[in-house]
């Protein structure tokens, strides 16, 4: 009897897998670049076991740690189609229990995918900011922090269901890509909404959805010829984080032991003379106590966050990445990280967030950078984010006469350093994020100087990115908090008293604001002169700035007066790039300009002149 006993008791074992707790990566595809899978089993001292799998596939490399409650299979998935295994986990050479896996087919096309490029306009969302398409979801048992759209940080209710019905919004806008600070969940106890504090990096918050409905999000953007970004976050987890509460070893984050706050120089990183004790508590300090900082120099830890990246290219079938904190990680770590995502998928962009203020600096941090290369250093990132142009969007138009270093020379200075990018055009450009200062908030609502910034952006180098109800002249101080610069979009949730979605729930200025957007970005989607062509561009005189972008077939001339009287200038100065055009088509007006004669500009004023 005892013994029919503990055969029913392994069967059913065997059946339901309640040794196992989590499979990571749940699921796998056949025919990756890289053939090495490497699977984390959880459960309950399931180090004791020996594992085995299916199929005659090879494990080649088991690995456990201090933490019994682990065990890192690897297998080799070369030539294996796709299939299911089961896991087998022996005692004793006897069967304990048993975990099917799945390898699926990959999409036809899957490592040729197409990302975004200087050719696309990006839109930035938080999304528990941006609409409430399903308000059943705006709470959740399985995550702590509950909706209160009166706490101005806390959870609003935005979600993926939002997005989705919005999308014909953002098609109107001109963008044609997404970018959504993270959907994982992020479980902890307050200011979750921001979702950089992720607890599980498998699964989307339920308060957003769930991952059906990201990958149904994904392809409703390719429906409309748009991509998604997702925002990835390889520098730190939240302290909800599943793993972090029982961590599979002690080296998993940075320990000093315990706790010790980044020192936030970044130069520490590139700087000759620096101490290693600095160097390091820049790299492996935490970002906040909430957030522990992972080492990114454990091969388990880089396994890990490498193909969790790649599961959800996959899965979502995504269109690029922005990489929150970039220069934060492990410095040798981050490069093989990003190395083995664009050999599996060669077309595939990944924007880094490198915050600094010099253009040597940053460039630094770009894919095959000659400057990291002294130091034999290549971080394999393909673009970098642009903050020298936006320092100068902060303040270069309440300064209204031109000095040496001031006004409109500042923004000419910025790209006199274009020469220190490895690819110039593939940078993220922006005035604003959800990180800094609200544009609309410094300048106070001005629409002229919103609308010369939006000419800059939407007519020079790189990839604009413009942050979510920048475009309806929505403000927010930063100085009040983070919530004041993440302020709920006007429309998405039922009973807003404004719905910025429409023109007709537009406000008289939202809709100026919107529409002078929605030009330049649509006008800006069919011009490769834009995405690919030179620029040359002509000392600023009496704070008005004149540059051209040129290629064999078109040239456009943009002015900017940033000045606050009215000016007109000659134009035989530029005759190097006016050659024998004599008119331009002003591209928001549709008025038509003499370039031959003189130009008088209004204070505060912007002209994009398609050349004729």
Partial sequence: MKKLLSLLLLFVSGVNFAQIQKTEPPFWWARMHNPELQIMFYGKDIAKYAPSVSNNVVITNVVKTENPNYVFVTIDTKNIPAQELTFSFKDKNKTAFTQKYSLKQRKVGSAERE????????????PDRFANGNP??????????????????GRHGGDIEGIIKNLDYLQELGATAL???????????????????QSDVYKIDPRYGTNEDYVRLSAELKKRGMKLVLDYVTNHWGAEHWMYKDLPTYEWVHQFPGYSQS????????????????????????????????????????????????WWIEYADLGGFRVDTYSYNDKAGIAKWTKAITDEYPY????????????????????????????????????????????????????????????????????????????????????????TGRF????KGDFNKYKMAMTILATV?????????????????????????????PGGWAGDSNNAFTKAGRTAEQQKFFEVTSKLFIWRKGKDVIHNGKMMHYLPHDNVYVYFRYNDKETVMVIINNSNESKTFGTARFGESLKNYTSGIDVVSG????VKSDITMEPKSALVLELK
């Fill in 136 to 153: 059943n979801n705006d709470s959740h048992k399985s995550v702590t922090e509950k909706a209160d759209r009166n706490n101005p940080g």
């Fill in 591 to 594: 008025k038509t300009v003499n």
């Fill in 440 to 443: 609309n908030e410094i300048y």
């Fill in 179 to 197: 970018w959504s600070t993270p959907l994982c969940e992020d479980n902890d106890k307050q200011h979750s909404y921001h979702g950089y504090g």
């Fill in 115 to 126: 990302s975004y490029d200087s050719s696309d306009m990006i839109y930035l969302i938080m």
């Fill in 263 to 310: 020192n936030y120089r970044m130069t520490t990183q590139f700087d000759p003379n620096a101490s290693k004790t600095d160097a390091r508590q820049c790299m492996d300090g935490w970002f906040v106590p909430s957030m522990p900082d992972l080492n990114q120099s454990n091969p388990l830890v880089l396994k890990y966050l490498t193909q969790n990246a790649i």
């Fill in 348 to 435: 595939f962009n990944i924007v880094g967030e490198v915050w600094m203020h010099d253009q040597a600096q940053m460039a630094y941090w770009q894919k095959d950078s000659k400057i990291a290369a002294i130091q034999s250093y290549n971080s394999y990132l393909p673009s970098v984010m642009d903050f020298t142009l936006h320092d100068a969007f902060g303040n270069v138009f309440n300064e209204d006469k031109s000095g040496w270093d001031s006004g409109m020379q500042k923004v000419y200075d910025n790209f006199t350093n274009d020469f220190l990018y490895p690819n110039i055009n593939n940078i993220l450009t922006f005035a604003e994020n959800h990180d």
């Fill in 461 to 489: 180098r790189g990839i604009p990115q413009l942050y979510y109800g920048s475009e309806i002249g929505m403000a927010g101080d930063k100085g009040k908090g983070d919530a004041d610069i993440r302020r709920d979009f």
